[in-house]
Nanobody
Framework: QEQLIEYGGGLVQAGGSLRLSCAAS????????MAWFRQAPGKEREFVAG????????WHKDSVKGRFTISRDNDKNTVYLQMNGLKPEDTAIYYC?????????????????WGQGTQVTVSS
C-alpha cells in the first residue's frame, strides 16, 4: 500500500515563502497523478494544484496562479509545492493526494491515497 508523507509546513509572515514536499512510498507512485489540496477550519477541502504522472502537465487553482508552483521528481518519488507571496487566506492544512489518471483532477473524491497533512499558517 502506497503511503504519502507531507512536510515543510510552518508559520510564515504574509509575503513569505514555503516549499511543501510529499514523499511517496511504493512502486506505483511514479505512474500516478498527484495533487495538493487544502482545508481551512470550517471549510471544505479544496484543490490547490495538480500534476500528471510524468510532470508534463500542471494545473493550479486560479487564486494561486503566479504564486504557487507544483512540480515532481519521480527519481525521488516526491512532489513539491513551492508557495511564494503567501497570504493569510492561504492558512490551512495542506494535503497531498495520489490517484491514477488525470480526469477531474480537482475532484478530491477521485483520490484513493492521502497523506496526513501539514499545517501552513500565514500571519498578517
Amino acid at each position: 500500500q502506497e503511503q504519502l508523507i507531507e512536510y515543510g509546513g510552518g508559520l510564515v509572515q504574509a509575503g513569505g515563502s514555503l516549499r511543501l514536499s510529499c514523499a511517496a512510498s511504493g512502486r506505483t507512485s511514479s505512474t500516478r497523478a498527484m495533487a495538493w489540496f487544502r482545508q481551512a477550519p470550517g471549510k471544505e477541502r479544496e484543490f490547490v494544484a495538480g500534476i500528471n504522472w510524468n510532470g508534463s502537465i500542471q494545473w493550479h487553482k486560479d487564486s494561486v496562479k503566479g504564486r504557487f508552483t507544483i512540480s515532481r521528481d519521480n527519481d525521488k518519488n516526491t512532489v513539491y509545492l513551492q508557495m511564494n507571496g503567501l497570504k493569510p487566506e492561504d492558512t490551512a492544512i495542506y494535503y497531498c493526494g495520489s490517484r491514477y489518471g488525470s480526469n477531474r483532477i480537482e475532484d478530491s473524491s477521485t483520490y484513493d491515497i492521502w497523506g496526513q497533512g501539514t499545517q501552513v499558517t500565514v500571519s498578517s
